[in-house]
């Protein structure tokens, strides 16, 4: 008995890689050295801690 649906793997698959391209590019404060609340912004946001996008102990 199939006890899923089909999904559609590759297209979650890039738009996962495209959301996380999109937060390490433009919600990364390089200078600062964490993750910003707005896009180039300079407040700290943790969120992505709590979402475990980044694991705690992760050098950056």
Known sequence: MKR???M???RWDSARS???ADIWNNF???ERGH???TRHGS???TSML???FVD???PE
């Open 4 to 6: 899923s649906l089909p």
């Open 8 to 10: 559609p793997h590759s």
């Open 18 to 20: 495209e959301i996380r």
């Open 28 to 30: 990364w404060n390089e």
């Open 35 to 37: 993750f910003v609340s």
């Open 43 to 45: 407040y700290l946001d």
């Open 50 to 52: 709590m979402m475990r």
């Open 56 to 58: 705690a102990t992760d």
